[in-house]
């Protein structure tokens, strides 16, 4: 189960990754789970901690952003499917101060004497994720 902070409860989310969305890396509330954060954070313990980041190249911008958001999803998701019994996932960066943000430049390039864009697309600050287990 993937948890993020919600002022003072933890909740439980649903990956919302969209290369067409202003906020292109995204959670949604499932209301599948709900925990005060101090409470929950009193009662488990940090066990892991991943730093997620992921890249992507290639000629059509959209194809380039969603190519990086499916491999940063990958990883999370993979993080996520292995958990053991009473283990959570809860996602640490905070809105406004470490949240990661897509980055993508844009590179002039001449194939077969024509020219054309290239682009580069990057998470900017990475998606730091702790696995907790009840203690």
């Not at 290639?58 to 990958?74: H, W």
Request: net charge negative; aromatic share 8%.
């Amino acid at each position: 189960m993937i948890l993020l902070r919600y002022g003072t409860t933890i909740q439980s989310v649903e990956p919302n990754f969209d290369s067409k969305a202003f906020t292109e890396i995204g959670f949604r509330r499932d209301r599948g789970y709900s925990s005060l954060a101090s409470d929950f954070l009193d009662g488990h313990e940090r066990v892991s901690e991943h730093l997620l980041e992921a890249e992507a190249e290639g000629d059509v911008q959209d194809e380039v952003e969603s190519a990086m958001l499916a491999q940063l999803l990958d990883q999370l998701e993979k993080i996520d499917g292995d958990l053991g019994e009473g283990e959570f996932v809860l996602i640490e960066n905070e809105k406004g101060e470490d949240y990661p943000r897509t980055r993508t430049r844009m590179k002039d390039v001449v194939v077969d004497g024509d020219n054309r864009f290239h682009f580069y697309s990057s998470v900017s600050s990475p998606l730091k994720v702790g696995v907790f287990k009840a203690s």
